[in-house]
C-alpha cells in the first residue's frame, strides 16, 4: 500500500477537520460567554482547551477506526466468512452493521446485527431463521447465484435470486441493508425486501406482508406474535397461532378503508402509514442524525416497540410502544390455550382451567390440556360429569351455539352439562354460550362478570383418566455467548474518549452551569410534544378566534359549553370549535391527558377531535365538522322522517360507535350523556356520537361512583337517581332510549299525548304485550326487524344494570345473529 499517501490523506483530513472545529467551538464559545459575562482571558482558556481536546479525540477516533478491522462495503464474487476464523463478518462502511455468522444457541446463525449496540448484541435480521443455528466449520460465500452456505460438505443458498442476471458483487450498506448487485450495480437482492422482525429507518413493510416476533431475547426463531401490514390498510397484531380474524387482533391501526400500503419508518423515527402521499403517523419524528438509528422491533411479548440507538453514547431507549397496554394479560396469545392470564406487578403467570395440566410445564405459556377424557356422545350415562366454575375471567367467544338468554347461571351450566357436545359454557350478562375446547385468550379481570363453567369428569365415578402428559424435554438451556466483538484496541479508545467527554462535561458545567440548566429546562417543556402518538394537535387561542371569525357563527349550546363553526386556513378545513364552560380548572397535564385519550379513539361513527386549546382560561376543542345536523333535527322534526332501513341503520351506527367507547379503545370511555342531541349526521347521514369523554372533564378523580348526577332527564338510567355506581351499564340504558325514540320517531316523554302514551317506554311495552307493534311506527315497516330493535331497547333499559346486555351483545342482536327473549320487566319508567 502507499503508506505515505495514506498518511498525508489521513494528515489532511485531521488539518482540516481541527480548524474547521476550533472555529466552530469558538463560534460556540463566544455566544455563550457574550450571552452571559465577556471575559477574553476566560474566553481564549476556554477556546485553546476545547480545541485541543476536541482534537485529541478525533486524533483517538480515527486511530481506533484505522486499528479496527479492515472494512469491507464491496464484497466481490467468492469472499467467504467463516464463523470462528477471520474474517466472521462484512461490516457496512461506517462500521455500524454487520453481516455474518454470530453466536446463538450453541452454534451460529447468520444475520446482520448493530455493532456499535450495548453488551447485548441487537439483531435486526436472521436468515432462515427457522433453521437450527449452524456448527463451527460453516463457510458463507458469494456466489452467482447469491449468499450460499455450506455445511455438513453441501452448499445451500441462503438468498434467492429471481431475476435472470447473476450476481456481481455485494455490499452491507450503512443503512441496515444487505444488498447483492448485477453487473451494472442494480440491486438484485436485499434483506430489506425480507424482513423478520425489525424494520430499520428507510424500511418499508409493503402491505401483504408482516413482521414475525422471535422466540426470545437470544433465540431469533419465529416466535408468537406477529404483525401484519394487511391490504386493507389496516395495521394489525395478532398471535401466530390464531385465524387472524378481527376477533384475534390485539390492536389494530383502524385504517382499513383508507387503503395504507405501507408501513414506513423514517430517518428521524416517524413511524407511519403511507398511502400515495397520504400518510398517518403512528408516532411522530424525533431527531434526525447521524449517530442516531431508529430501528422498530416486534418484541418477544408481543409489543411493536421503536428504539433509538445513541451510538455515542453505546445506549438505546424505547421511544414508543403499540399497542401501550399497561397489562400485559391483554396481549392475546401471551398463554396458550386452555389457560388464563393473570397479572401482578408486570409478572405475567398463566394458569390452567381446573383439570387441566400444563401442555410444557417448562413453559407455562405454550397452553393446556386436560388431563381426562370425557365420554363423548355415544354412552349417555351422565353421572359421571360435573362442571367446576370459574370467575372474573373473559374469553374470546367462539361459541357452536347461538347465545341465549338465561334467567340464572344454573340454567347455563345445566345446558352445557347435558349436551355431551359442550365442554364449557360461558355466562355473562344473562347470556349463555356454550363453547367447545381449546378456551382462548383467557384473561382475569376483576370488572369482568363472566362465569365460566367447564366440564369435568369424575374419575372416581367411572371416568378415565385422559393420556396422561409425561415430563416435556426440558427447553435445551439457553448458552449465551459472550460476544467478541470487542477489539482491544477499540476498548481502549473508547475508553480515552469517554475520559475526554467526562473532563468536557465537566469543564462545560463549571462554565455554563446557568446555560445548561436553561438548556436542559427547555428540553424537559419539549419532551412531551415528542413523544406525542397521533395526538391531536395544539392550537394557539389567537388560531382559533382567527378561524372561527372571532367566534361568530354559532352552531349550539350543549352541557359544556357553546359550539362555533370556523375554518382552518390549511386545506379550508371546516371545523366545529366548542369552548368549554363549566369545566373543573384541572391542572393542564390532566386536561392533556384527557385530549389525548380522546384524539386516539378512531371510530366511523364517533366525531374526531382535531385538536384543543388550552391558553389559561380558554379551553377549546375543534371537530371536524358535522354538516347534517343532529339526529334530534332528524327524527323529532314535523315534516317527514328518515324511512325505516335509514332509520335501522342509524340505530346499528351509534350502536357501533358506544360499543367502541366502552370495549375496544384503548381507555375505556363512558359517554354518560347520550341523547339524539348529541348523535350529529355527516355528508353522507353516517350517525356519529359527540362529547364523549368529556364527563371526566367535569368530574374530576372519576371513580367508579360519580357525585353529581350527569346527563339529561328521560335519558338517565335509574342507578343515576339511585346513587349506585355507574358503569357502562348507565349508557346501555340511555342507548335504549334512543333506539326506541328512534323506532318510533317521536320522543320520550311527549306530555301532550293520551294518558297511556306519555313514556315511551311504557307504551312499547304495552304495545309489545298486546301484540300491536305497528301502533308504534309511524310507517310501513318490516315486521321482523321492528319486533327485533323494540324487544332489544326493552332488554337496554332494564332497571338492573346487571340485566341489560353490554353494547356487544346489542350489536350482535341489531345484526340478527342472535335469538332474543323477551325482556324480564317493563324496564323503568321515570
Ligand atoms: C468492487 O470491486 C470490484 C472488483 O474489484 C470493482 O470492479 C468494482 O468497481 C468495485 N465496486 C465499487 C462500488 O467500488
Ligand atoms: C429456538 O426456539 C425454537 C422454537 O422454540 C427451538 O426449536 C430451537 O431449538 C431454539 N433454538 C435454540 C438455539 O435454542
Ligand atoms: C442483556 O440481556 C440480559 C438477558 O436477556 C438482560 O438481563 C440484560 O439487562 C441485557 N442488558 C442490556 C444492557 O440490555
Ligand atoms: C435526514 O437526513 C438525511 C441526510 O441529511 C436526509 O437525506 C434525510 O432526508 C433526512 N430525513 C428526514 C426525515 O428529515
Ligand atoms: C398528493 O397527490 C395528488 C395526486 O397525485 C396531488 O394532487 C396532491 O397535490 C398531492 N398532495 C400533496 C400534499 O402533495
Ligand atoms: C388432573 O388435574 C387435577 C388438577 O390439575 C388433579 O387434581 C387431578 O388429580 C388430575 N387428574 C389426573 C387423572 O391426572
Ligand atoms: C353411574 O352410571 C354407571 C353406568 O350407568 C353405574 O354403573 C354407576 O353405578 C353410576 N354411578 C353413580 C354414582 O350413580
Ligand atoms: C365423584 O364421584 C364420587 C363417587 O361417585 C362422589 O362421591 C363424588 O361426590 C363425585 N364428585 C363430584 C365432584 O361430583
Ligand atoms: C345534508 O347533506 C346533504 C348532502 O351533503 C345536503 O344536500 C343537505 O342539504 C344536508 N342537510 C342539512 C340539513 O344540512
Ligand atoms: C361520503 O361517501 C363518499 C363515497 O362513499 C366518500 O368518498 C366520502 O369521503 C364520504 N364523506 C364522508 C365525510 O365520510
Known amino acids: 500500500m502507499n503508506l505515505p499517501f495514506l498518511l498525508l490523506k489521513r494528515y489532511q483530513f485531521l488539518f482540516f477537520l481541527s480548524i474547521s472545529c476550533n472555529r466552530c467551538t469558538k463560534e460556540f464559545i463566544e455566544r455563550k460567554v457574550l450571552a452571559t459575562t465577556y471575559n477574553p482571558w476566560l ?30 462495503s464491496n464484497i466481490t464474487l467468492d469472499s467467504s466468512l467463516h464463523p470462528s476464523t477471520n474474517p466472521t463478518s462484512w461490516l457496512s462502511p461506517n462500521g455500524r452493521f454487520a453481516f455474518g455468522f454470530y453466536p446463538e444457541g450453541a452454534g451460529f446463525s447468520i444475520g446482520i446485527w448493530l455493532v456499535a449496540s450495548s453488551e447485548n448484541t441487537t439483531v435486526i435480521w436472521t436468515a432462515d431463521r427457522d433453521d437450527p443455528p449452524v456448527t463451527e466449520n460453516a463457510v458463507l460465500k458469494l456466489t452467482q447465484e447469491g449468499v450460499k452456505l455450506l455445511q455438513n460438505s453441501e452448499w445451500r443458498l441462503i438468498s434467492k435470486i429471481y431475476t435472470s442476471t447473476d450476481a456481481f458483487s455485494a455490499s452491507m450498506l450503512d443503512s441496515g441493508n444487505f444488498v447483492i448487485y448485477d453487473p451494472n450495480f442494480d440491486v438484485i437482492w436485499k434483506t430489506f425486501d425480507h424482513p423478520t422482525d425489525t424494520i430499520m429507518a428507510g424500511q418499508v413493510l409493503p402491505a401483504r406482508s408482516e413482521l414475525v416476533s422471535s422466540v426470545s431475547e437470544t433465540n431469533h426463531s419465529s416466535g408468537k406474535f406477529h404483525l401484519k401490514m394487511q391490504n386493507d390498510g389496516n395495521l394489525v397484531l395478532y398471535p401466530v397461532a390464531s385465524s387472524d380474524s378481527p376477533e384475534d387482533a390485539y390492536w389494530a391501526s383502524q385504517t382499513d378503508r383508507d387503503g395504507y400500503q405501507s408501513l414506513n419508518l423514517d430517518d428521524d423515527g416517524r413511524l407511519y402509514l403511507l398511502n400515495g402521499n397520504v400518510t398517518y403517523s403512528l408516532r411522530s419524528g424525533f431527531r434526525n442524525g447521524t449517530t442516531l438509528v431508529y430501528r422498530a ?98 374469553w374470546m367467544v367462539d361459541a357452536y351455539s347461538a347465545p341465549w338468554l338465561v334467567t340464572s347461571k344454573e340454567d347455563c351450566r345445566d345446558a352445557c352439562l347435558k ?218 322534526k314535523a315534516d317527514g322522517h328518515p324511512d325505516w332501513d335509514e332509520r335501522v341503520r342509524i340505530v346499528l351506527d351509534i350502536a357501533r360507535g358506544i360499543h367502541y367507547l366502552h370495549e375496544e379503545c384503548e381507555t375505556r370511555i363512558i359517554h354518560c350523556d347520550i341523547k339524539p342531541q348529541n348523535i350529529l349526521m355527516d355528508d353522507n347521514w353516517t350517525a356519529k356520537i359527540s362529547d364523549f369523554g368529556l364527563a371526566k372533564l367535569l368530574m374530576p378523580s372519576q371513580t367508579r361512583t360519580f357525585t353529581v348526577v350527569r346527563g339529561t332527564r328521560g335519558y338517565l338510567a335509574p342507578e343515576w337517581h339511585k346513587n349506585a355506581p355507574i358503569s357502562v351499564k348507565a349508557d346501555v340504558y340511555s342507548f335504549g332510549i334512543v333506539l326506541l325514540e328512534i323506532v318510533c320517531c317521536r320522543r320520550n316523554m311527549e306530555l301532550e299525548a293520551e294518558e297511556d302514551v306519555v313514556t315511551l317506554l311504557d307504551w312499547v311495552h304495552n304495545c309489545l304485550m298486546a301484540g300491536e307493534l305497528e301502533e308504534l311506527v309511524p310507517d310501513e315497516v318490516d315486521m321482523i326487524e321492528l319486533n327485533r330493535l323494540v324487544k332489544v331497547g326493552l332488554w337496554c333499559t332494564q332497571s338492573e344494570p346487571g340485566s341489560r346486555p353490554s353494547m356487544k351483545n346489542v350489536v350482535m342482536m341489531l345484526e340478527g345473529n342472535v335469538d332474543i327473549s323477551l325482556p324480564l320487566t317493563a324496564g323503568f319508567s321515570s
Open 419 to 636: 349436551d355431551c357436545n359442550c365442554d364449557a359454557a360461558l355466562f355473562q350478562e344473562s347470556t349463555c354460550r356454550k363453547q367447545e375446547f381449546p378456551l382462548r385468550y383467557g384473561m382475569r379481570d376483576t370488572d369482568d362478570y363472566t362465569t365460566t363453567f367447564i366440564k369435568q369428569v369424575n374419575i372416581s365415578a367411572g371416568g378415565r383418566p385422559g393420556t396422561s402428559h409425561a415430563e416435556s424435554p426440558a427447553a435445551a438451556p439457553i448458552i449465551t455467548t459472550k460476544r467478541k466483538f470487542s477489539a482491544k484496541i477499540l476498548l481502549v479508545s473508547v475508553a480515552v474518549i469517554i475520559g475526554i467527554i467526562s473532563t468536557l462535561a465537566a469543564l462545560m458545567f463549571f462554565f455554563y452551569r446557568y446555560q445548561a440548566r436553561r438548556y436542559r429546562r427547555m428540553w424537559r417543556n419539549k419532551e412531551p410534544a415528542l413523544v406525542d402518538e397521533i395526538a391531536p394537535r395544539s392550537f394557539s387561542y389567537h388560531e382559533l378566534r382567527e378561524a372561527t371569525d372571532g367566534f361568530m357563527e354559532e352552531l349550539g349550546k350543549g352541557a359544556f359549553g357553546t359550539v362555533f363553526k370556523g375554518t382552518l386556513p390549511r386545506g379550508q378545513r371546516v371545523i366545529a370549535v366548542k369552548r368549554l364552560e363549566k369545566v373543573v380548572d384541572e391542572g393542564e397535564r390532566e386536561f392533556r391527558t384527557e385530549m389525548r385519550t380522546i384524539g386516539r379513539t378512531h371510530h366511523k361513527n364517533l366525531v374526531r377531535l382535531l385538536g384543543f386549546c388550552d391558553e389559561g382560561t380558554n379551553r377549546l376543542l375543534v371537530y371536524e365538522y358535522m354538516s347534517n345536523g343532529s339526529l334530534a333535527d332528524l327524527i323529532f
Open 297 to 394: 422491533t416486534l418484541g418477544v411479548d408481543g409489543i411493536f416497540r421503536l428504539y433509538c440507538h445513541y451510538l455515542k453514547l453505546n445506549k438505546e431507549q424505547v421511544l414508543a410502544e403499540i399497542p401501550e397496554f399497561t397489562d400485559r394479560c391483554e396481549i392475546k396469545g401471551t398463554c396458550g390455550v386452555n389457560s388464563y392470564c393473570t397479572s401482578t406487578d408486570q409478572q405475567v403467570v398463566c394458569k390452567c382451567l381446573p383439570g387441566f395440566d400444563y401442555l410444557d410445564t417448562s413453559r407455562t405459556s405454550s397452553g393446556c390440556t386436560r388431563n381426562f377424557t370425557t365420554s363423548g356422545c355415544h354412552s349417555n350415562n351422565d353421572n359421571t360429569t360435573y362442571m367446576s366454575t370459574l370467575e372474573n375471567v373473559n
Open 43 to 72: 474566553f481564549s482558556l476556554m477556546a485553546s482547551a476545547t480545541s485541543c481536546i476536541l482534537f485529541l479525540l478525533i486524533f483517538s477516533l480515527a486511530f481506533a477506526l484505522e486499528a479496527a478491522r479492515p472494512r469491507q
